[in-house]
């Protein structure tokens, strides 16, 4: 009897997806696409308007000038003085208010390992591969880590492995390999990073310095002055600072999200 053919299982596809859950995400108080004049969509907006000015003002200055190893304008990091102050929900509706207007690009990266939340509020596993993966393995490949929603043009990039401490991670050439890799082969994609808060761990400043911008979310009720200026002397001077003030209260009820700050800008002209 002639042997039979073995056919090879074919190889899984190196793009996965996953669908956004609209209702999920409309219940705990996201921007979505049916609700495009509510209260919160035009406050993100006010952020977003900010943020895409400096884009186009670096980018104009990288025409001009070259391109500059500090010309990541569009590499935003998104962390707060202290836990609890709305960080990833000012990341994940941002992230949101630019997808759903602009139909631009976004790369939305979970990079709070121990407290990772992104993957919650997206209703995705907790466990999946992500940062931390690629940057301890040394075959690790992005391309086989990302997840893309299937309608709209987000990708994201899940925390990882959970660490005792990401700093060497975040510090590490290898870190700086994987920014750079993404901030110049996608340079019409916005990468937004949710990092940790300041004043918990040395994570997010060693994140700062991969970003281009910086968005601090300050809890309008308990965010003393003190923490957010001790928050901010942990950055360097020439980082671009933008503040946002979150759940202040409007009549007698507190809002989750508030009113803008005006960039608190480190930078000198």
Not at 86 to 104: P, R, T, Y
Not at 139 to 148: F, N, T
Not at 210 to 220: L, T
């Amino acid at each position: 009897e002639p042997a039979k053919k073995v056919t090879a299982p074919a190889r899984q596809s190196r793009s996965r997806e996953f669908v956004f859950d609209h209702k999920r995400l409309e219940k705990f108080g996201f921007i979505t696409p049916k609700v495009r004049r509510s209260r919160i969509s035009e406050e993100f907006r006010l952020i977003k308007r900010r943020l895409m000015q400096r884009m186009s003002l670096s980018a104009k200055k990288k025409k001009s000038r070259g391109t500059q190893r500090g010309d990541r304008s569009h590499v935003i990091l998104v962390t707060s003085a202290r836990p609890s102050e709305g960080k990833s929900f000012v990341a994940m509706n941002l992230a949101l208010s630019i997808i759903f207007d602009e139909g631009l690009n976004v790369l939305l990266v979970d990079g709070d390992v121990a407290r990772p939340s992104m993957s919650k509020i997206l209703g995705l596993r907790n466990d999946l591969p992500g940062l931390t993966d690629l940057l301890l393995e040394d075959e690790g490949s992005l391309h086989d880590v990302l997840l893309r929603e299937h309608e709209h043009p987000l990708t994201y990039l899940a925390a990882g492995a959970m660490v005792a401490s990401a700093t060497d991670l975040f510090a590490g050439d290898r870190m700086e390999t994987l920014v750079a890799d993404i901030a110049e082969r996608y340079s019409d994609r916005i990468i937004i990073f949710d990092a940790p808060p300041l004043l918990a761990s040395t994570e997010p400043v060693a994140l700062a310095e991969h970003a281009g911008q910086i968005v601090m979310v300050v809890d309008s009720e308990k965010t003393s002055r003190s923490a957010v200026d001790s928050a901010l002397d942990l950055l360097v001077t020439d980082q671009n600072v933008n503040l946002v003030l979150n759940k202040t209260t409007v009549g007698n009820r507190t809002e989750q999200f508030g009113s803008y700050y005006e960039a608190y800008n480190q930078a000198q002209p």
